[in-house]
């Protein structure tokens, strides 16, 4: 039984909703928007607290269809219920769908109820049934492996026409050869043998006669190549006094002048720039014809006119997997071959076919060019850096509350103290989850500009923050503590200024080489 079943837009207005609990699961609705369907997620399933969201868009009238149900249950057939009911939605709904009139009050009750009943016994008759085995494209074996792509130079392997050559010529070769088999023997053995020297006796005739012609030597091949002088790069000739000349004015001396080069002017300042990327736009371009929508072929002769040319023209297709599925399996291919992981790959190919399924192609649109901007779009969204930093370490404390994890970790590297707009992300970290515990983590190897980092760092954290009492350092962690030997003055300082602790100190790179300080080997070297 469905706990929950609503149909929103994408704009998020509610067009209907049915709930058989009593629960509020607007969170869990929420939660699903936020983790998958925003971030474009493969997979049409998400679990938040012991419930089961599936979900399906409509990505011409940009809908999205979500049904709840409690993970224990394991219905089967929800996947059937949410394509049934997005077409009995579609066809009843159409006209006000395309006029976006979503606050007409929709009667969908018994609409719903039948085609949920439809499924609930489409699920039964499955269950009775027993189970088929998969065949060998569901199976692992059938998937391509990045070994497989992998082209070496030498190996070329033959392609099918070449092997029916192969066959062909030596079927060929076969039957003329057999006849000479077959032969019937005249004569004697005698006669034979005299026939066979004749023909050797022939072979050898026309070999000496080969050896005694042969093409003379051209004349300029016999002369020998006679010296010639050296000539110095920088040594000069009796050419080149006339150029170097200078004791008398020339007039076209006095025409000359020096003009400056401004090409390079402006072009080392101190910024950053992008990093410099080789469009392939080129390559995409040329694979565009390759995946055009096949029309089926009618067997009526075309009519011609000149309304014929505008009839080709206005018109649209809406994609389906189909459609989509070979330009998805190239741009599979090329993101292995560029060393994305072959499940990521797959992934992304798939939340880009979820995109695209149901999309009205547009007039002068290719499918090979709505498939590479989806899939860049994509790549965009997430190599954007833009996270909520507090959100982000929300979710893991909340997580780890779940699971009944006792400690969370959260790593800030990278926060620089003269980064405002990162000191305040930090700041705002500290305030909405209040940590028990604020570490600097410093390199013992820089000496006394440790220090300064240490003190903006706790000078940034007070600034930015709103609370009249803000959360500051509670301790230092100074790494790489085993390459500075005795000049552990640093050690002091640090801790002298801010009155905090050191909690750890590192020797090495992993958890086991955190180390407490100990204080009296510091003390006896700095007595040293």
């Given amino acids: ?91 009843k709904y159409k006209n006000e769908l395309a006029d976006k009139r979503y606050f007409q009050g929709l009667d969908f009750s018994q609409t719903f ?23 060998f494209d569901e199976s692992d074996k059938s998937k391509k492996t990045v070994s497989s792509m992998i082209e070496r130079k030498g190996e070329e392997k033959p392609t099918k026409k070449d092997k029916k050559k192969e066959v062909n010529f030596a079927s060929e070769n076969a039957v003329q050869a057999s006849p000479a088999l077959d032969q019937p023997q005249n004569g004697t053995i005698d006669d034979t043998l005299a026939a066979n020297r004749a023909k050797f006796a022939q072979k050898m005739a026309q070999k000496k006669k080969g050896d005694i012609k ?56 101190g910024s950053i720039k992008d990093l410099e ?60 071959a560029k060393n994305v992981a072959s499940d990521i790959a797959i992934k992304l190919c798939d939340s880009v076919a979820a995109k695209l399924e149901g999309k009205v192609l547009g007039t002068f649109d290719s499918v090979a060019t709505i498939v590479k901007n989806t899939l860049t779009d994509s790549l965009v969204q997430i190599l954007r850096y833009g996270k909520d930093a507090a959100g982000i370490a929300m979710e893991a404390i909340k997580f780890a509350r779940d699971t009944k994890v006792d400690v969370v970790l959260i790593d800030t590297a990278g926060r620089m103290q003269d980064n405002e707009p990162l000191m305040r992300a930090l700041t705002k970290l500290i305030k909405v989850n209040e940590p028990d515990l604020v570490l600097f983590v410093g390199e013992a190897l820089v000496g006394n500009e ?15 923050s ?47 080489d955190l180390k407490a300080l100990n204080v009296k080997a510091v003390v006896h070297s700095l007595m040293k």
């Avoid at 609503?6 to 929420?30: D, R």
């Fill in 113 to 135: 109820k039948s085609v949920l009943q439809r499924s609930e016994a489409w699920g039964k008759s499955q269950s009775k049934l027993p189970k088929q085995m998969r065949t």
């Fill in 1 to 91: 039984m469905l706990d929950l079943f609503t149909i929103f837009s994408k704009g998020g207005i509610v067009l209907w909703c049915f709930q058989s609990t009593s629960h509020i699961l607007t969170s869990s609705v929420n939660a699903l928007i936020q983790n998958v369907i925003l971030q474009e997620r493969p997979t049409n399933t998400y679990e938040d607290n012991g419930l089961l969201l599936q979900y399906k868009l409509d990505n011409e009238f940009d809908l999205v269809f979500v049904a709840a149900y409690q993970k224990i249950l394991q219905l089967s057939y929800v996947d059937k219920f949410l394509n049934d009911i997005q077409l009995e939605f579609r066809d």
């Fill in 466 to 512: 709103a609370n009249t009492n803000p959360h500051l350092i509670d301790g230092i962690v100074l790494t790489k503590f085993d390459t500075i030997d005795d000049k552990v003055g640093a050690a002091i300082s640090m801790t002298y200024i801010t009155g905090q602790p050191i909690v750890f100190v590192g020797t090495g790179q992993t958890y086991t």
């Fill in 214 to 269: 042969k093409s003379p030597k051209s004349p300029k091949a016999q002369e020998k190549a006679s010296k010639k002088p050296r000539v110095w790069d920088l040594g000069g000739t009796s050419k080149d006094l006339e150029s170097l000349e200078r004791t008398v004015d020339r007039p076209e001396d006095a025409k000359s002048h020096f003009t400056p080069d401004t090409e390079m002017v402006g072009q080392m300042q």
């Fill in 450 to 464: 440790a220090v300064d980092q240490l003190v903006k760092f706790n000078q940034a954290l007070a600034d930015y």
């Fill in 277 to 336: 990327v080789e469009s392939s736009d080129e390559e995409f371009e040329e694979d565009e014809n390759e995946y055009v929508i096949e029309q089926p072929e009618s067997k009526k002769p075309a009519k011609g006119g000149m309304f014929s040319i505008f009839k080709g023209l206005v018109g649209s297709k809406n994609l389906t997997l189909a459609d989509v599925n070979p330009a998805l399996e190239k741009l599979k291919d090329h993101l292995i």
